[in-house]
Nanobody, 119 residues
Framework: QVQLVESGGGLVQAGGSLRLSCAASGSTFNINTMGWYRQAPGKQRELVADVLSADNTNYADSVKGRFTISRDNAKNLVYLQMNSLKPEDTAVYYC?????????????WGQGTQVTVSS
């Protein structure tokens, strides 16, 4: 089992920045992709960004050029630097990880952290 704990959410004005962190603990061997999803009220959860390695990242079109995902494998941490925030970025942000064990892929989610961007 892998546990994911997010931190760094909060309230920020439009144009501001926030940095989200997610710490993985437990049986963290063979964690593959880590990333961030978000869910706004009344909307489906959507991918924000994920990272397999430093040169293998993926971003939603809506955040490209504004958000940067990074990962510290030694410490089992994943970060999301969010710049030039917009009100439409307001959502609960969830940390995500998947892991290969016994030829199966297991998915894990954090409890979520609220990000609110005021106009």
């Amino acid at each position: 089992q892998v546990q994911l704990v997010e931190s760094g959410g909060g309230l920020v004005q439009a144009g501001g920045s926030l940095r989200l962190s997610c710490a993985a603990s437990g049986s963290t061997f063979n964690i593959n992709t880590m990333g961030w999803y978000r869910q706004a009220p009344g909307k489906q959860r959507e991918l924000v960004a994920d990272v397999l390695s430093a040169d293998n990242t993926n971003y939603a079109d809506s955040v490209k050029g504004r958000f940067t995902i990074s990962r510290d494998n030694a410490k089992n941490l994943v970060y999301l630097q969010m710049n030039s925030l917009k009100p439409e970025d307001t959502a609960v942000y969830y940390c995500y990880a998947n892991q290969l064990r016994l030829f199966k892929v297991f998915e894990y989610w954090g409890q979520g952290t609220q990000v609110t961007v005021s106009s």
